[in-house]
Each structure stands twice: as structure tokens, then as C-alpha cells.
């Protein structure tokens, strides 16, 4: 089941896959990019849709398993689309990701290092912002983030 954000640019949606009931990530369709003057490397990642990974894929990739059965069926689809179809994407998450992921109990807070070592970083821009400003507003996003989602054990 896809569904059009109003405020995604017209070569982005929201996606909700099949695989992952628990939670939306940003698809961006890789038709339309061009591949004109890149290296060889980014050719052939510009080719794979890209993947925003938000802080809450992170943690259900990483933590122990949980016993609260919808956590952990969280943590299990989550670890199955890893495992199986990641490959197929290109993954990005921004810096406020990579540093949320940096905090709470310091073992878990490796692991989640070790999880997001080789994902890109998207930089922070002007057009980051207005896009998470329209997020919010249209209420996609909770708009008061926690300091850090994670806990201390």
C-alpha cells in the first residue's frame, strides 16, 4: 500500500511496505536521477531506490528482543527486511539519526554505531527543514521530538 505525501516532491512518497507494518520510511524513486558524470559507484546506487531510515528502524533493528509481542514483532519484521531486501536499496539516515542512535546505555549504543556503519548521512539543508516543517504540519511526524529515544538499561 503506497501513499503520496502532500508535501513529497513529486519523484518522492510514503511508502508503507507489506513487510514492515510497523512503520513508514521515506522512498525515493531512483527514476528520473541521472547518472550523467558520476562514478561508477554512485551510478549504481542511484539506480536502487533510496531508503530514509528514522531513528525508530534503528532501534528495532539493534535491541534486545522485547517482551511486549508487538515490540518484538516490530523487531522481527524489521530484522527480516534487513536481511533480505536492504540489499536492494540504497539506506540513508541524517545526522540527527546517527547522533539520537549515539545516546542511552553505551554496549547498545555500539551496536547501534556498528548497525548504521557504511549508511549514508544526509547533511542538514535549508530544504530538510521546510520539508520537515510540512511533515509535522500535516501530521506524519510527532512535532516534539524526545532528546533521545533511547533508554538506559
Known amino acids: 500500500m503506497s501513499r503520496t505525501a502532500s508535501c513529497a516532491p513529486p519523484n518522492q512518497r510514503l511508502e508503507r511496505t507489506g513487510e514492515q507494518p510497523c512503520y513508514f520510511m521515506r522512498t525515493t524513486v531512483a527514476a528520473g536521477r541521472s547518472t550523467a558524470g558520476r562514478s561508477a559507484e554512485e551510478a549504481r546506487r542511484m539506480t536502487k531506490p533510496a ?3 528514522e531513528t525508530s528502524v534503528v532501534g528495532y533493528a539493534t535491541s534486545r528482543p522485547s517482551r511486549d509481542l508487538v515490540v518484538a514483532g ?32 553505551e554496549e547498545a549504543a555500539r551496536e547501534r554505531a556498528a548497525f548504521l556503519q557504511g549508511i549514508r548521512r544526509l547533511g542538514i539543508t535549508d530544504a530538510a527543514g521546510e520539508l520537515a516543517a510540512k511533515l509535522v504540519e500535516s501530521g506524519l511526524c510527532p512535532g516534539k521530538p524526545r532528546k533521545t529515544p533511547f533508554k538506559s538499561r
Open 74 to 105: 516490530h523487531q522481527q519484521i524489521t530484522r527480516e527486511w534487513f536481511a533480505r531486501r536492504a540489499e536492494g536499496y540504497d539506506l540513508f539516515v541524517s545526522q540527527l539519526v546517527a547522533s539520537e542512535a549515539s545516546g542511552g546505555d
Open 51 to 53: 531508503v530514509y531510515l
